[in-house]
């Protein structure tokens, strides 16, 4: 299994502003995953980020929006940005160990106010 | 799009076995079944993931049929704590990894 840490674990913040979400990995991971978890809603997938490489998204989300950066092998951002009522969920990262399974972080819980 | 499908709810007595059907009838030949659960708004756990064989291992068993067009999730005795959302997932492979794409999921309660 891998120890993911998500911070902040929830946040209050006002529309119009953004907020960037840290995903620390307790070992190398080569792909990390970004989901959004809409109220009472299954996980949506975001975007997958690679190390050295630009993230790439899923459909209906753009990087404007949810710019994600991967600087090393263990760490990731995603940043809600111009946040706005409808952004009010919770976001979780993921990594995958190819020959086992996706671990997840616990999530960080945002209300956009 | 989520390649599964799952029915929304089940109950389950406390003690007996529950078993959580999913369909996924257009699974492609080397994509995986994986079973998460969430509760009450936790990260997503793993459960188990199959192939082709049944699995088993200390939290539950996965029963895949031949065709591989479904599969049965069996957790041998139902406690209180296995309240939950169970959700199937066929694990696609695309540029070079691997993309989980969740489903509605199942919301298991298991009665006292």
């Known amino acids: 299994s891998a120890v993911i840490s998500q911070k902040p674990s929830r946040d209050i913040c006002q529309r119009g502003t953004s907020l960037t979400i840290q995903c620390q990995v307790d070992s190398q991971v080569t792909m990390m995953f970004w989901y959004r978890q809409q109220p009472g809603q299954s996980l949506t997938l975001i975007a997958t980020?690679?190390?050295?490489?630009?993230?790439?998204?899923e459909s209906g989300f753009v990087i404007d929006k949810f710019p994600i950066s991967r600087p090393n092998l263990t760490f990731s951002t995603l940043t809600v940005s111009n946040m706005s009522p409808e952004d009010s969920s919770i976001y979780l990262c993921?990594?995958?160990?190819?020959?086992?399974?996706?671990?997840f972080g616990q999530g960080t819980r945002l209300t956009v106010v | 799009d989520a390649k599964t499908t799952q029915p929304p709810s089940m109950d389950c007595a406390e003690g007996r076995a529950a078993n959580l059907p999913c369909n996924h009838s257009?699974?492609?030949?080397?994509?995986?079944v994986y079973w998460y659960r969430q509760i009450h708004s936790q990260g997503p756990q793993y459960i188990i993931h199959?192939?082709?064989n049944n699995e088993t291992n200390e939290m539950a068993s996965l029963i895949i049929t031949e065709d591989r067009k479904s599969s049965t999730l069996i957790l041998p005795h139902a406690t209180l704590r296995d309240t939950a959302v169970y959700y199937c997932?066929?694990?696609?492979?695309?540029?070079?990894?691997?993309?989980?794409?969740f489903g509605t999921g199942t919301r298991l309660k298991v009665l006292a």
């Open positions: 980020a690679n190390q050295g490489s630009e993230a790439t998204y």
């Open positions: 199959g192939l082709k």
């Open positions: 257009t699974i492609s030949g080397n994509e995986y």
């Open positions: 997932i066929v694990r696609v492979a695309t540029s070079g990894t691997y993309k989980y794409i």
């Open positions: 993921s990594v995958d160990r190819v020959e086992a399974a996706a671990f």
